[in-house]
């Protein structure tokens, strides 16, 4: 009888084709398979004796090796290969051309294989260095594994540094220091990737912004698709205490002669009487760090000062900092100057109290992006017990500012505590320019953002236990043109023991003509209800002038329940050019109060409510002490004054208002005429 093998004969057509007959019986096939099976162990057996000889071998030549001390030899020589390009054209011909070009997307490098120990006791600088430096020459990521590597030393990267961590720490608070009371002399970077500048070749013709080419002395080592910086030694043309001198970087279209033509029109004008100058940016390219954690010395900044940095990138171009730790920094977690096309993310960043100082406070910055920095990206990413998360700014002693930098989606928590280095979750500061904070979270600090400059977007954010002001306009650059502040929900602080002074919103204005088109609007603004507190205030300057500026459609709401109201404003304006329209502002002493700096101001479809001061105050629900102030269909509603005319208040117009359970509409103390509806009182 002949069994049926229909699903066996599969079986076997696909795993052992070789002894497969279709005329063979059941039985005759087992024969044949166990024959195979056993001629198969025979081979095995005899590649397992030749592979325990091969092992023997080698454990001989390694003790060889290790008897002979030739260890730091082979190093030495391995390192002057490197550095020679014999160890890259080895590696190439040798090992890629031959065995794993064909499988590059499984190939790590991994230091433990080059003499790292990984145990956070041996000191693994020289094989972690090695590890990076074979990883940028033949381009395969280094991979360090689940585990802890001391180092000495700074490491260097360069173009193609490619680390994936996967969760190892590098503990880099070994590196030896020198001081200067208590401050470090050199600044301390785990890992530094830099790039350089090349020689300056000078502008022959004065360039205005706008423009898109130069007039240069020479164009020799330069070449179309090339990046350069261009620059000047005059600084920014605002009165602004923040003095750097002026750059930024463009590509390069078309080379004509010595005129550079550029991808991208420039943002700032040149002059050849200011040394106006143009350079070649050697940029180390595709840099990619990934699940590090770099791990400082904790130090409490009061005592001593290490001047640490996670990671120190400059003039690094197309890069990606991803899910990263930084622990333990006494200065910066990730810096990037110069640096452009580049992705900070789901990085999380501690700092360290101050213990030595009573009150406590907190010690460095996560995130520092300087000077020529441009098309950077900084999301989702995480912050504890630091002064601030992110900023933007430069470097006096180099050029630039920022360009088109992004703040999305990142959380910093818990630097709320005593006074010492206690500041703002993000800060732009100086002359950077399209800038954007998009819904980012600060909880329990001094203030959420603090910014300077032009072109600035922050919308969407919470800011929430602030113990000072919420968004701070610092006046420092001596300019604030087009900037939007909308969306964003503020609140103030729970109680902790300190003072709280401070604003929802708080603009300082900076003098001369240079306050325009700025938008305030949507924002949601909740407890800044204390006699030094209020929602939104434009602060005055002598010689402030604005023009173009709303505060439109803001919530704000004090937090206050209970009747009488005696403390803090709505909103206070001490500048002209600044219109108040829809807002809606709940339980203040004031709701909206405009100085004797006003002129023409409107105030215009808003509405106060629970405005409910002492009898006898002289406060009202719009307190007016300007001049030509113009208040339009706003609604009043349990308010014991609507409208109040202050000493200094001339000209005052009020048409078209609502009234309701008001005791007073109108309270005029002002020496000008009133008009109300068209009746002059």
Not at 210 to 229: E, F, H, P
Request: hydrophobic content about 35%; charged content about 20%.
């Amino acid at each position: 009888m002949i069994i049926k093998t229909d699903s066996f004969k599969y079986w076997v057509q696909q795993v052992l084709p070789i002894v497969y007959d279709d005329s063979l019986s059941f039985y005759e096939l087992l024969c044949k398979v166990i024959d195979y099976l056993n001629k198969t162990i025979t081979q095995v057996n005899v590649v397992t004796d030749e592979f325990e000889l091969i092992r023997t071998e080698f454990e001989a030549i390694k003790d060889w090796v290790e008897s002979e001390a030739l260890t730091e030899n082979v190093l030495i020589v391995l390192n002057d290969w490197f550095a020679s390009g014999k160890f890259s054209d080895l590696i190439n011909e040798v090992v890629f051309k031959q065995y794993v070009n064909d499988r590059m997307d499984m190939v790590y490098i991994h230091p433990v294989n080059l003499g790292a120990k990984g145990d956070g006791i041996q000191d693994d600088t020289q094989y972690l260095q090695l590890a990076i430096n074979m990883g940028m020459s033949t381009g395969v990521p280094v991979f360090l594994g689940n585990k802890q590597y001391k180092i000495t030393s700074t490491l260097i990267g360069g173009t193609h540094c490619n680390i994936e961590g996967n969760g190892a720490k590098i503990l880099y608070s070994y590196i030896p220091k020198t001081y200067t009371n208590g401050i470090s002399n050199d600044e301390i970077p785990a890992l530094k990737i830099h790039g350089s500048f090349g020689a300056k070749t000078f502008l022959i013709s004065d360039v205005s912004s706008r423009a898109k080419s130069i007039q240069v002395g020479s164009t020799v080592g330069l070449a179309v698709g090339d990046w350069v910086q261009i620059g000047s030694e005059d600084y920014y043309p605002y009165s602004g205490v923040f003095t750097v001198p002026r750059g930024e970087i463009k590509r390069i279209r078309e080379i004509t002669g010595n005129t550079i033509t550029f991808t991208t029109a420039i943002y700032e004008g040149y002059q050849i009487v200011n040394s106006a100058f143009c350079r070649k940016v050697n940029f180390v390219e595709n840099v990619n760090i990934k699940g590090v954690h770099f791990i400082g010395s904790f130090a409490d900044q009061q005592i001593t000062n290490n001047k640490e940095i996670g990671l120190d990138f400059y003039c690094v171009r197309n890069f990606n900092v991803k899910e990263n730790g930084f622990y333990g920094q006494d200065f910066i977690g990730i810096r990037p100057r110069n640096c452009i096309l580049g992705h900070i993310d789901k990085n999380d960043i501690r700092g360290t109290y101050r213990a030595t100082n009573t009150t406590k406070g907190t010690v460095y910055y996560g995130i520092g992006i300087q000077n020529n920095s441009q098309w950077i990206t900084v999301s989702k990413n995480t912050g504890e017990t630091l002064r601030r998360l992110g900023v933007v700014t430069a470097s006096q002693t180099d050029y630039g500012q920022p360009y088109h930098i992004i703040f999305d989606n990142n959380h910093k928590r818990d630097s709320h505590f005593g006074s010492a280095g206690r500041v703002e979750g993000f800060e732009h500061h100086g002359f950077g320019r399209w800038i954007t904070f998009n819904a980012n979270h600060v909880e329990s600090a001094l203030g959420g953002i603090r910014f300077e400059g032009r072109d600035i977007v922050c919308t969407n954010n919470t800011f929430t236990n602030m113990v000072g002001s919420g968004i701070v306009f610092d006046p420092n650059a001596g300019i604030f043109e087009n900037i939007l502040v909308a969306d964003n929900h503020i609140s103030g602080a729970i109680e902790d023991g300190t003072s709280n002074i401070g604003y929802g919103i708080e603009v300082g204005l900076v003098p001369a003509d240079k306050n325009r088109n700025i938008v305030i609007r949507d924002n949601m603004i909740h407890g800044f209800s204390s006699a030094s507190r209020t929602g939104i205030r434009v602060i005055k300057d002598v010689n402030a002038v604005s023009r173009n500026c709303l505060i439109v459609g803001n919530t704000i709401d004090s937090g206050k329940t209970g009747v009488p109201i005696t403390e803090g404003m709505g909103i206070f304006c001490e500048a002209s050019g600044w219109d108040l329209i829809d807002n809606k502002i709940y339980g203040y002493d004031i709701g909206l109060r405009l100085s004797a700096e006003c002129d023409g101001n409107i105030c215009e479809g808003n509405m106060i409510k629970n405005s409910a001061p002492v009898a006898g105050s002289l406060n009202g629900a719009i307190s007016v002490y300007g001049s030509n102030i113009k208040s339009i269909r706003n609604v009043f509603q349990n308010c014991s004054v609507g409208h109040r005319a202050l000493s200094t208040a001339i000209n005052l117009k009020i048409h078209d208002n609502v009234y309701i359970n008001v005791t007073t509409q109108l309270s005029n103390a002002g020496t000008g005429t009133v008009e109300t509806n068209g009746q002059v009182l």
